[in-house]
């Protein structure tokens, strides 16, 4: 009596990739769709040349996201020690290069040939996927404080480098603001979290308060005018007696005068008579507001919405706590940015200079930006892999 060999049942190679290689078309809208609006605001507002280079910026990093997301993310977490030296190196190379007179005298960017290269932009993806693999790592042993102090070390040496170096208060944030998120869902218990919080709140009453009183200036006095100013405005705010209260409320009158659905671009004097500080980068969101009204920021704020749904989705339905953790960094990543750069525009947080992804124009913000979303298909398409794999039947 034969029998025969168990087999899988089979289908046609290219059906099987046509199915399971299909990345999250929402995901896609909402990323494509932000940059839309972004190169509208940036025209109408009479910005047409950095409209059209936006316009590339996004072609050109639509283009990255798709090959991205043909390539299996778990190859990454081999090369950890790689992306994490090169990202300090990257931060670090800046400073070789001429200052920027326009922000204080900063080293920020590293020229290109037709392109200023952000490190700190690209060095956000790079933390991403280098503190993912040392988290996993440390997985088993998350009850230790030593984990949650490495992770956090980790993190803070990138930030510093970036604040001190840089100037560049807004990107260190979201640096600690990674690696916060990423212990969140790696399992940290409350009380550590609750710890951590405490331990921060702290630090900030030194660094803002303490220090300054025994002469020790940790931040720089315009940094610490932003963080403060929000908080505490003046009565009466001009150029000359507070800068950062004068940008906080030129914004606020850009937006409440769009109204439902806008000035036009034709009568958007905020933006186009110079009054609005940053309004192509910083700013973009007043410029919005005032020129589209609460019609284009709602749309806006929808497309973000989608984004940040499509991000959780995809978090939930990773193959490895690996791509959990990579989705979880880069969430809170495009959240925090989202919520300080609107919250500033609004008044309700500090001018820190973060741009808003996709829509600020710059083009290490937008490649960078869109390589997250990269990442996101990568994770989407594998976990489907994954699942496919796992429904097979055996035929005896």
């Known amino acids: 009596m034969s029998t025969s060999p168990i087999q899988l049942s089979e289908e046609p190679t290219t059906r099987i990739r046509t199915q399971l290689l299909r990345i999250d078309p929402l995901l896609l809208l909402a990323g494509v769709g932000l940059a839309l609006c972004s190169f509208v605001t940036l025209h109408g507002a009479g910005y047409r040349s950095d409209a059209d280079k936006q316009l590339l910026y996004a072609g050109v990093g639509l283009l990255l996201a798709l090959v991205m997301s043909r390539f299996d993310y778990s190859v990454l977490r081999e090369y950890r020690y790689v992306f994490y030296a090169l990202m300090i190196v990257l931060n670090i190379a800046v400073y070789a290069f001429p200052k920027e007179p326009a922000i204080g005298g900063a080293h920020r960017w590293i020229p290109l040939p037709g392109f200023s290269f ?40 990138p930030a510093i480098i970036v604040m001190k170096l840089q100037s560049d208060l807004g990107s260190g944030l979201i640096y600690v603001t990674i690696a916060c998120a990423i212990l969140f869902f790696l399992g940290t218990g409350w009380k550590q979290l609750a710890a951590l919080a405490a331990l921060f709140a702290v630090a900030a009453a030194i660094v803002l308060i303490a220090a300054p009183l025994v002469g020790v200036h940790v931040l720089q006095p315009y940094q610490t005018q932003r963080l403060t100013t929000f908080i505490n405005p003046p009565a009466n705010c001009t150029s000359a007696n507070n800068q950062i209260c004068y940008q906080l409320h030129e914004g606020l009158i850009a937006i409440g005068s769009g109204q439902k659905t806008g000035v036009g671009p034709e009568n958007a004097t905020q933006a186009t008579f110079g009054l609005l500080p940053e309004p192509s980068t910083d700013f973009i969101f007043a410029v919005l507001g005032e020129t589209y009204g609460f019609a284009g ?16 989705r995809i978090l939930t339905m990773a193959k490895n706590l690996y791509g959990t953790l990579i989705a979880s960094g880069v969430l809170a990543m ?63």
């Open 118 to 157: 952000q490190s700190s932009e690209f060095g956000k993806l790079l933390l991403i996927v280098s503190l993912c693999a040392f988290a996993v790592d440390r997985s088993r042993r998350l009850s230790e404080r030593q984990t949650i102090a490495r992770v956090m070390l980790l993190a803070l040496v």
């Open 297 to 312: 920021a709602a749309l806006v704020l929808s497309l973000y919405a989608l984004l940040i749904w499509r991000a959780l």
């Open 334 to 396: 495009f959240m925090f940015q989202i919520f300080l750069n609107i919250g500033m525009t609004l008044g309700i947080m500090p001018v820190t200079g973060v741009p808003l992804p996709l829509l600020s124009y710059g083009g290490s913000s937008v490649l960078a930006s869109f390589l997250a979303i990269g990442l996101l298909q990568s994770i989407h398409v594998q976990a489907r892999m994954a699942s496919s794999g796992k429904a097979r039947v055996l035929i005896v």
